[in-house]
C-alpha cells in the first residue's frame, strides 16, 4: 500500500509541476495589462524576442518586434521582418566560392504577422510565403514561452520571450 501512495505522490508531483511550467496565462495577461496602460500621450508596448528551428534543418531563424494592443483587443505584430541562418551574405558578390562573412543577412528576410491571443495561442502568418497561417499553442517556463509550429515541410521549434517598455509618441 505504501508504494502506491509513494508512486501515485511522485506521478502528482510531476503532473503538477508540468501544469505549473505549461501554464502561460499569468505571463500573458501582464502582457496585456502592460499594452492596456495609457500614460498622457504616451502608450506601451510589449516587445518580444522569436527564434524557432526545423527539426531536419541546420539552420534558424530570428526575428524581434513588439506587440500593441489591436482594436480587436488582441496583441498584433505586423510586418515584422524575420532573418535566416542559412541567407548568408557575402561582401563584393563574390560568388560561389564566397565564405560568407554575416549570417542572418537582413537584406535576405522574410515577414511575419504576429498576433498573441489571450488563450496562449500565437497566430503566424508568413507575410512573405503567400499569407500561410499557423497557429501555436504555447507553454510556459519562467518568462519563456515555446510551442511547435506545423507546417507542410514538418514541425518547428519556436521560442519567445517577452519585455515590456513605455512607447513614445513622436511629435
Not at 527539426?55 to 488582441?74: I, P, Q, R
Not at 505584430?77 to 524575420?82: D, F, H, L, R, T
Not at 500565437?122 to 510565403?129: A, F, T
Request: charged residues 20%; proline residues 4%; hydrophobic residues 40%.
Amino acid at each position: 500500500m505504501n508504494r502506491i501512495l509513494r508512486a501515485l505522490a511522485l506521478v502528482w508531483v510531476y503532473f503538477g509541476a508540468v501544469t505549473a511550467m505549461a501554464n502561460c496565462k499569468p505571463l500573458i495577461n501582464d502582457a496585456y495589462a502592460w499594452a492596456a496602460k495609457r500614460e498622457g500621450a504616451n502608450g506601451a508596448h510589449v516587445s518580444f524576442q522569436v527564434s524557432s528551428m526545423k527539426a531536419a534543418s541546420k539552420f534558424v531563424e530570428f526575428s524581434e518586434g513588439a506587440f500593441t494592443l489591436a482594436h480587436d483587443g488582441n496583441l498584433i505584430a505586423e510586418k515584422v521582418p524575420v532573418v535566416f541562418s542559412d541567407r548568408a551574405w557575402c561582401p563584393n558578390n563574390s560568388g560561389p566560392f564566397c565564405v560568407p562573412y554575416q549570417k542572418f543577412d537582413y537584406r535576405k528576410a522574410d515577414q511575419l504577422t504576429l498576433t498573441l491571443k489571450r488563450n496562449g495561442i500565437l497566430n503566424v502568418i508568413h507575410n512573405s510565403r503567400g499569407n500561410s497561417t499557423h497557429n501555436v499553442i504555447l507553454q510556459c517556463s519562467g518568462k519563456f514561452l515555446y510551442g511547435i509550429l506545423e507546417d507542410a515541410n514538418g514541425r518547428v521549434f519556436m521560442t519567445m520571450n517577452l519585455s515590456t517598455r513605455p512607447l513614445q509618441n513622436s511629435r
